[in-house]
């Protein structure tokens, strides 16, 4: 006869002790498997970033696609710069009816800024004497400079460029860099210097001038994470042209020249539009008014007898907008413009000249 036990009761030769430990022994060895497993994986990523050779294809996989970025950085920098800078020479060097140009002779790269020929480049010495120069173009072509236009303020010069007597005038086709509406804090910078491309890196914006100066003198910077020699083109990684290094590693940027650019044509010698007065940004330094931070231009200085501006005032629009470093007013075409003044702490607003100093 067969005996049956109640379906709620476990056989007799059941040991509920030795089935829970079991279970507690499966569990443990399952987590020490996948621990063993994940402490080998770490272990040789470990060893791929202390011994890049015994990581095997982890060190080269996390290194792959910097490298690419950054090449392809660098390729879309000369591409968006090809025929648009030249080399300024100091003169051109003949033997026997032959010429060349001695690298000594180099005085400077520039920039193409204007389909009629306008170049510019940073030269802060300038002595006036640009007659005897060569230009050397992208495409092998030699120029010549019609006229130079200096801006004392920013240490840029401004050049004319005359094609050679082989290529007509009407044939000539001069290509203009993009302007880089400027650089943040870590973004690429490539830098164009001795005819060759490096990579760097934004730092942010740093103060150019150490006094006050003229409402639309440049007078902020940008800092890199490299130096470079003075004169070298800066450029973003889209191949837009940021600005030229002054020193070190401190680049003008081309806010300089966008602002002043519409009166280079006519200029024999560069005038700023300006409100008449000198002083310096909120960006630049701090400002305050009654005891808050405010955003805007200190007067500190009057310079044109027709300006209605007071020292003291603080400028926070010009025609509605609200003003920094980056937004001036040189391009504007008006003979005058509204402004709203922070004078003694309260707000006013009235009309202002502008005049060219």
Known sequence: MVKSFPPHLPPPSSNIQNHRRWERLKIVLVASGFGLIAGLSGASIM??????NSGGDVWSFTRTPSNLSRLQAIERGESGMADK?????????TVNGAGYFAPGDKVADAVVVTSEGWAVAYLPNF???YKDWRILGARGLVYRADRAVEDRR???????LSPPATLQSSQEQFKVVAFSDGVDRLDDVLVFQNSVW?????????????????????????ALGTNFKSGAIAVDNQGRFVGFVTKDAVVLPASAIIHVLPGIQTAKNLLYP???VEGWFSDERPILANEEQVAGFLVTRVVSAKSALRKGDIIVEVNGRAINSDTLWYNRDETKVRLKVLRAGKPVEFENVIVKL
């Open 47 to 52: 060893l791929g970033w202390i011994w890049p």
């Open 198 to 222: 490096y990579p760097s890196f934004s730092l942010g914006s740093v103060k150019l001038l150490g006094e006050s100066h003229l409402d639309t003198a440049p007078g902020m910077a940008y």
């Open 85 to 93: 800078i030249f080399t300024i020479y100091q003169k051109l060097t």
């Open 274 to 276: 300006s409100l008449g």
């Open 127 to 129: 002595d006036g004497k």
């Open 154 to 160: 920013s240490g840029l010069v401004y050049l004319k």
